[in-house]
């Protein structure tokens, strides 16, 4: 796992697909990723001129045979906050078996090929700062 995982993951949002999201869950395909990355995405959508807000998942609560690499992020990495340079994130990823496991390791994200149930998941009242 990524050295910034602490038993959860996290999901950026903008405030006004929160109802929606807590009443029917995530989408099949939704990214998860560490607190610092997410906190990235809600910067992101704040610069667009929206609320974020920030979902927590127990990644104990996800079907851990549903869980796939996050390519976006392969192929176009965030590197001032996975802190590392692209062609490392390519050569990482290159000597990796590129599974999700590797992918969480070296930039901080997944994919959840299913959906995630409204149950499970929980508004991060405190969103880390990005780095």
């Known amino acids: 796992m990524h050295e910034d995982f ?5 999901h950026a949002t903008p ?4 109802d929606e999201i807590m009443e029917t869950g995530l989408r099949a395909g939704t990214c998860l990723a560490v607190s ?10 704040e610069d667009e001129g929206e609320e974020p ?12 045979t549903a869980l796939a690499p ?7 990495p965030i590197s001032t ?3 590392s340079k692209e062609d490392e994130i390519w050569e990482r990823w290159d000597g990796s078996d590129q599974d999700w496991q590797d ?14 149930p409204a149950m499970v998941i929980v ?3 405190e969103p880390a700062p990005a780095p």
Not at 70 to 76: A, Q
């Open 81 to 83: 906050v996975v802190g």
């Open 103 to 116: 992918c969480m390791q070296i930039v901080g994200s997944l994919v959840s090929k299913v959906g995630i």
């Open 123 to 125: 508004v991060d009242e």
């Open 70 to 76: 996050d390519m976006p992020s392969i192929e176009e």
């Open 53 to 64: 807000v920030i979902l927590k998942i127990a990644f104990e609560d996800l079907d851990a």
């Open 36 to 45: 610092d990355i997410a906190a990235y995405y809600a910067e992101d959508i």
């Open 6 to 10: 602490d038993g959860h993951l996290y």
């Open 15 to 18: 405030r006004s697909k929160l």
